[in-house]
């Protein structure tokens, strides 16, 4: 069965310094690979998506992600933080031994100070 | 307008009532899902239909039940709320393998 674990709950960083968010998974067969943001009072939207194409993959708002199979591995970087970037992320994945359902991770909250 | 819409936004209710939770959605995907989210536990998935006869049940069905109306329409139920039920629940709609796209979230408080 599929599974998403994130690493830290919370993650704080200074405006500027370099944004790490990791993300481990549990797939079988070639997974499809999710990042997710959730703003305050908000739904979640759609960062950025790994679907075995090329695996660095670049989102929005500066974000990418790297897919490394050999450590199941999908963790979400951005070079500078950004006040705005506060929110809580969410990894997730699905593949087709779950007929594509998605499963997320817990998610983790960054908190970035001035 | 929002691509999938969910009513009621908020709803404050007490143990033993029945609650529908209602989600619409333009996308003209097949695909529809439940999730309930709490603090620490990320989103967990109630239910989902894959298209307008398929029903399946989620890692947390218990206590839950739905109906796909239509391929635009997916209503969840709580048949008697109890006060573990209370939290934010979000309808999301995809294509085949692909990005969910979320709703602004129901905020269920039972008391």
């Known amino acids: 069965a599929q599974s998403v674990t994130q690493l830290g709950s919370h993650v704080s960083v200074s405006e500027g310094a370099l944004v790490l968010l990791r993300c481990n998974y549990s797939?079988?067969?070639?997974?499809?690979l999710f990042w997710y943001v959730q703003y305050p009072n908000q739904g979640l939207q759609l960062l950025l998506k790994?679907?075995?194409?090329?695996?660095l993959v670049k989102g929005i708002n500066g974000f990418e992600a790297e897919f490394k199979k050999s450590e199941t591995s999908f963790h979400l970087t951005k070079p500078s933080a950004h006040m705005s970037d506060a929110a809580e992320y969410f990894c997730?994945?699905?593949?087709?031994?779950?007929?594509?359902?998605?499963?997320f991770g817990a998610g983790t909250r960054l908190f970035v100070k001035a | 307008d929002a691509d999938v819409t969910q009513t009621p936004r908020n709803r404050i209710t007490k143990t033993g009532k029945r609650i529908m939770l209602e989600c619409s959605q333009t996308?003209?995907?097949?695909?529809m899902y439940w999730y309930r989210q709490d603090p620490g536990l990320g989103l967990r998935l109630i239910y989902y239909?894959?298209?307008?006869?398929?029903?399946n049940k989620g890692e947390i069905s218990d206590g839950y039940s739905v109906s796909r109306q239509a391929q635009a329409k997916f209503s969840l139920s709580l048949e008697s709320a109890i006060p573990n039920q209370t939290a934010l629940y979000f309808c999301?709609?995809?294509?085949?393998?692909?990005?969910?796209?979320f709703g602004p979230g129901t905020r269920l408080t039972v008391l």
């Open positions: 999301a709609t995809s294509d085949f393998g692909n990005e969910q796209f």
């Open positions: 239909s894959f298209d307008v006869k398929d029903i």
């Open positions: 997730a994945v699905s593949d087709r031994t779950g007929g594509f359902k998605t499963i």
């Open positions: 797939s079988s067969v070639p997974p499809y």
């Open positions: 790994y679907t075995s194409a090329a695996t």
């Open positions: 996308k003209g995907h097949d695909r």
